[in-house]
């Protein structure tokens, strides 16, 4: 199996998610939401991060991130908006703040 292995098929690159980071300024949620039978209910979250719109899906009613706390994500540009991945949602550590 010698040759030119380019990673896919066809050499096909996948495009890399874009990331994005800043302060959490506002959060509305919406729903529950089912689209079929037997599926769990799910809520969308309206997030801006540092004046941007973003939208988040998840199973919880509640986002457990707190106004003003800096978050980090991966997200995708659509023509519906800007939709942040499942489970990439999470708050920044930096070890200057730890006082250690």
Same mark, same amino acid.
């Given at each position: 199996?010698? +040759? ?16 994005g980071?800043? @302060?959490?300024e506002s959060i509305?949620?919406? +729903? ?5 039978? +037997? ?11 540092? =004046?941007e ?14 106004? =003003? ?11 519906? +908006? ?9 708050? @920044? ?5 730890? =006082?250690?």
């Amino acid at each position: 199996m010698a +040759g030119n292995f380019q990673g896919r098929r066809g050499g096909y690159k996948k495009t890399p998610k874009l990331a994005g980071r800043g @302060v959490l300024e506002s959060i509305e949620t919406d +729903g529950p939401h089912t689209e079929w039978v +037997g599926m769990p209910p799910y809520y969308i979250h309206n997030i801006v991060v540092d =004046g941007e719109k973003y939208s988040y899906m998840s199973s919880d009613k509640d986002l457990e991130i707190e106004l =003003g706390k800096k978050v980090t994500f991966r997200y995708k540009e659509t023509s519906k +908006g800007n939709f942040i991945d499942k489970r990439s949602l999470g708050v @920044v550590i930096d070890p200057s703040e730890l =006082g250690y």
